[in-house]
């Protein structure tokens, strides 16, 4: 290789590796799934595509996640809080909607002009460090079942009732044959301990695709 094909090669390199690096750490990583708690959505094995940020929202749109258009939600307008199944196509605006007021209440949404973080509601599939290892982080990737605001009978104990607090979820594996590291075992998980929102399956192959949002059954969470 000639010192100008050696130079331009080591010009193209430095810039393209710090474009490279900020990309992860702030766009997009990717993440592989580990042990059985999110079967059958996710298998050991299986390498996610993590979403960081949206970069420039509003332009792309706020989720590419698929609905599952069979699920249902609880009432909004319920006397107390308590759930029906009477809502179905609007949950996701009215969760969007209280969501931003209840952050709003405490200004904790950091954002720039170009990027804020990934819009997070019930039925995402999210990366986060767990609540309980400080150093080294272990992550988790499980599915949002509850958010900030929002009332929530957990898997593990359904005759009990949680708050989840303002800038926080709630998240729990799919599998429910087996017990699960999760909110139900640390409880609600702090927003600031969110990597990502998993969007789909990029490897094997043959399951690539993009992750379904799944809500959570009736009578599990409401708002207040």
Not at 27 to 53: C, F, H, N, W, Y
Not at 59 to 70: D, E, L, Y
Not at 114 to 142: Q, R
Request: charged share 25%.
């Amino acid at each position: 290789m000639s010192s100008t094909a050696a130079t331009a090669a080591f010009r193209n390199l430095a810039i393209s590796l710090p474009i490279a690096i900020w990309s992860v750490d702030n766009l997009v990583s990717l993440a592989r799934v580990r042990g059985t708690s999110m079967e059958p959505t996710l298998k050991d094995g299986d390498i996610v595509l993590v979403k960081k940020s949206d970069f420039f929202p509003g332009f792309w749109g706020t989720s590419n996640h698929k609905p599952n258009n069979n699920a249902v939600y609880p009432s909004d307008d319920d006397d107390g809080g308590s759930p029906n199944t009477t809502r179905r196509s609007n949950s996701d605006e009215t969760d969007r909607a209280r969501l931003a007021r209840v952050e709003a209440s405490i200004g904790n949404t950091p954002s720039t002009l170009w990027s804020k973080p990934p819009e997070i509601l019930s039925g995402h599939v999210v990366v986060y460090k767990s609540p309980n290892n400080a150093y080294p982080h272990e992550y988790h990737i499980k599915r949002v079942v509850a958010i900030g605001g929002q009332m929530i009978r957990p898997t593990q104990r359904l005759r009990s009732i949680e708050h989840i607090p303002k800038y926080s979820i709630w998240a729990e594996g799919d599998n429910s044959n087996i017990q699960s590291e999760d909110s139900c075992s640390y409880g609600p998980v702090s927003k600031k301990l969110l990597e990502g929102r998993a969007d789909r399956v990029v490897w094997p192959p043959w399951r690539w695709g993009a992750l379904e949002k799944k809500y959570p059954s009736s009578g599990k969470a409401w708002w207040p």
